[in-house]
Nanobody, 116 residues
Framework: QVHFVESGGGLVQPGGSLRLSCAAS????????LGWYRQAPGKQRELVAR???????NYADSVKGRFTIFRDSAKNTVYLQMNSLKPEDTAVYYC??????????WGQGTQVTVSS
């Protein structure tokens, strides 16, 4: 079963912006805190932002003030607005529950590359 479909990645110059989208299955979207994770080459996957069902938000220090997570309940979609992008933001970005749940699979992710 496909739980998440991520999109919106691409190549952007340093200082640029991107908005990522994650379409989630309804039961997952409505029942769990959701987050955006990223995995850079040679590094472990890390959580960068999360949003509760009540819209409480938390961010990793590395993205605080630059990234914004928000959700659209009408579309079962969670977004990540990324501004002031840096080369170190280059990674494959995924969404999933926070904390992880064993039966919830990973999507294919979306590649973000920040480079001049």
């Amino acid at each position: 079963q496909v739980h998440f479909v991520e999109s919106g990645g691409g190549l952007v110059q340093p200082g640029g912006s991107l908005r990522l989208s994650c379409a989630a299955s309804g039961s997952i979207f409505n029942g769990y805190q959701l987050g955006w994770y990223r995995q850079a080459p040679g590094k472990q996957r890390e959580l960068v932002a999360r949003i509760s069902t009540g819209d409480d938000r938390n961010y990793a220090d590395s993205v605080k003030g630059r990234f914004t997570i928000f959700r659209d309940s009408a579309k079962n979609t969670v977004y990540l607005q990324m501004n002031s992008l840096k080369p170190e933001d280059t990674a494959v970005y995924y969404c999933n529950t926070v904390p992880r749940i064993a039966f919830v699979t990973w999507g294919q992710g979306t590649q973000v590359t920040v480079s001049s």
